[in-house]
T-cell receptor, first 114, second 111 residues
Framework: DVKVTQSSRYLVKRTGEKVFLECVQD?????MFWYRQDPGLGLRLIYF???????EKGDIPEGYSVSREKKERFSLILESASTNQTSMYLC?????????????FGPGTRLTVT | SQQGEEDPQALSIQEGENATMNCSYK?????LQWYRQNSGRGLVHLIL?????REKHSGRLRVTLDTSKKSSSLLITASRAADTASYFC???????????FGTGTSLTVIP
């Protein structure tokens, strides 16, 4: 089974702090994604990566950056956290070689910025 | 935005009843997927239907797709309390590398 893990389930940070959210997958998947989920807005794509050192902006990249130095690890960085970045952050992976293209999700990180 | 929309936003039914959720999307697709999310957790893939398919079954799940109307429905038959969760549809981009999720339907099954 694919396992996608995220570094923290709950995180509380102060405004202006630099925040790192890490995602690790163990299935050698090429594609990795970061979403944020807010009530009434569903899941919105922040960034995705289809290969090591490659990244593409999603729908809401402002205020975020990403890093993918190794295939199994995809990090989301909040350069200077703000209260409007309080949200649930979900990492997902998929393999374009797969038949179904289903996405495998991590458990999520609930980030609160105070 | 290519984000889809689920309807209704919330649904409450008695155990044993059927639950139907609908999804509408905006652009042409290759595949449409349905996911489930238990409260505070990540999403879990339920079923995928390809654009050339009209109906698909998996256990108590039945999914239909009408590409002319750009809509899909998820039917859960003989619902159980354990089916209580949020359900999301997701469509893919033309490249298949990006996915667009709807806003979700919150299903409550009352024992």
């Amino acid at each position: 089974d694919v396992k996608v893990t995220q570094s923290s389930r709950y995180l509380v940070k102060r405004t202006g702090e630099k925040v790192f959210l890490e995602c690790v997958q163990d299935m050698d998947h090429e594609n990795m994604f970061w979403y944020r989920q807010d009530p009434g807005l569903g899941l919105r794509l922040i960034y995705f990566s289809y290969d090591v050192k490659m990244k593409e902006k999603g729908d809401i990249p402002e205020g975020y950056s990403v890093s993918r130095e190794k295939k199994e690890r995809f990090s989301l960085i909040l350069e200077s956290a703000s209260t409007n970045q309080t949200s649930m952050y979900l990492c997902a992976t998929t393999s374009p070689r797969g038949v179904s293209y289903e996405q495998y999700f991590g458990p999520g990180t609930r980030l609160t910025v105070t | 935005s290519q984000q889809g929309e689920e309807d209704p936003q919330a649904l409450s039914i008695q155990e044993g009843e059927n639950a139907t959720m609908n999804c509408s999307y905006k652009t042409s697709i290759n595949n449409l997927q349905w996911y489930r999310q238990n409260s505070g957790r990540g999403l879990v893939h339920l079923i995928l239907i390809r654009s050339n398919e009209r109906e698909k079954h998996s256990g108590r799940l039945r999914v239909t797709l009408d590409t002319s109307k750009k809509s899909s429905s998820l039917l859960i038959t003989a619902s159980r309390a354990a089916d209580t969760a949020s359900y999301f549809c997701a469509t893919d981009s033309n490249t298949g590398n990006q996915f667009y999720f709807g806003t979700g339907t919150s299903l409550t099954v009352i024992p």
